[in-house]
């Protein structure tokens, strides 16, 4: 069976700080993978998505970037975090195909002091 | 744009009660329609998937409807427990976009 590792859980970072939380999947191949952002009282909003090793789209232009070395990880970064950046981090991953579920990870609950 | 709308945003009802969320999208070229329940300070968790074609999906008490051209869904969930409580979240696929999002319905089930 899939399953999809998301870390840190938790997370509490300076102003200015880098930032690296990692995502990844295990039990199956090629997957879409997605980072989304949780704000407090918002809606989920769609920040990065990979159909593939090293392709990456951005939907939200921030201080916020996204890699994916391997095929299954997935890592989203900062080198200087700003307070907007706290939030609630999740990472998702769906089969290829348009009528594959989406499946999220546990996120990580970021606050910038 | 397609934007997903959730009303109620807040709903409390005693437990053994049957309810209803509902969940509507300005745009119905649409893939598919999920929903998810989200606990506090937890990941989403996939509760139905109803393809474009299909008009409705059953899992034990819940059950969900598509009506794909005005742009509507619903959440059933039949004799309600605590347990339920929990904020419900509904999504589209449309082609060349990740999932599109409401922002929930927060459900609360007293005992």
């Known amino acids: 069976s899939q399953t999809i590792h998301q870390w840190p859980a938790t997370l509490v970072q300076p102003v200015g700080s880098p930032l690296s939380l990692e995502c990844t999947v295990e039990?199956?191949?090629?997957?879409?993978l997605y980072w989304y952002r949780q704000a407090a009282g918002r809606g989920l909003q769609l920040l990065f998505y990979?159909?593939?090793?090293?392709?990456i789209s951005s939907e939200v232009p921030q201080n916020l970037s996204a890699s994916r070395p391997q095929d299954r990880q997935f890592i989203l970064s900062s080198k200087k975090l700003l307070l907007s950046d706290s939030g609630f981090y999740l990472c998702?991953?769906?089969?290829?195909?348009?009528?594959?579920?989406?499946?999220f990870g546990n996120g990580t609950r970021l606050t910038v002091t | 744009k397609q934007e997903v709308t959730q009303i109620p945003a807040a709903l409390s009802v005693p437990e053994g009660e049957n309810l209803v969320l509902n969940c509507s999208f300005t745009?119905?070229?649409?893939?598919?329609l999920q929903w998810f329940r989200q606990d506090p300070g937890k990941g989403l968790t996939s509760l139905l998937l109803i393809q474009s074609s299909q008009r409705e999906q059953t899992s034990g008490r819940l059950n969900a409807s598509l009506d794909k051209s005005s742009g509507r869904s619903t959440l059933y969930i039949a004799a309600s427990q605590p347990g339920d409580s929990a904020t419900y979240l509904c999504a589209v696929t449309q082609a060349g976009t990740a999932l599109i999002f409401g922002k929930g319905t927060t459900l609360s089930v007293s005992s």
């Open positions: 039990g199956t191949s090629n997957p879409n």
């Open positions: 745009d119905s070229a649409i893939y598919n």
């Open positions: 990979s159909v593939g090793i090293g392709q």
């Open positions: 998702a991953w769906a089969g290829t195909f348009n009528n594959s579920p989406l499946h």
